[in-house]
Nanobody
Framework: VQLQASGGGLVQAGGSLRISCAASGIPVRGYHMGWFRQAPGKEREFVAGISRSASVPYYADTVKGRFTISRDNAKSTASLQMNSLNPEDTTVYYC????????????????????WGQGTQVTVSS
């Protein structure tokens, strides 16, 4: 099983980036997908999640209205469109896949996810 995150980079404040997660070894359509981020010395924090059917997205309050999560089950990918980026968004972003039956209640918990990608760095300059 491999989750490969890509698309990170350097962007100016107010700019946009789209990061993607390509899954192999698992049938993505059977998994809920999530994005987390983690700064050095801090806990990994939830950013966004999307249910298997893509019918329900979830967002952290800090990114609501700026970020949009999506998925393409046919391509086994999940993406995070990030707009209006600010320096506080600078960190490593991780994608993850979950098979939990209670995703609606635990989407923000790292314990709900079975597989993790290696992370992609997003840097927002002021």
């Amino acid at each position: 099983v491999q989750l490969q995150a890509s698309g990170g980079g350097l962007v100016q404040a107010g700019g946009s980036l789209r990061i993607s997660c390509a899954a192999s070894g698992i049938p993505v359509r059977g998994y809920h997908m999530g994005w987390f981020r983690q700064a050095p010395g801090k806990e990994r924090e939830f950013v966004a999640g999307i249910s298997r059917s893509a019918s329900v997205p979830y967002y952290a309050d800090t990114v609501k209205g700026r970020f949009t999560i999506s998925r393409d089950n046919a391509k086994s990918t999940a993406s995070l469109q990030m707009n209006s980026l600010n320096p506080e968004d600078t960190t490593v972003y991780y994608c993850a896949a979950s098979r939990t039956a209670t995703f609606s209640g635990y989407y923000a918990s790292t314990n709900a996810y079975n597989y993790w990608g290696q992370g992609t760095q997003v840097t927002v300059s002021s």
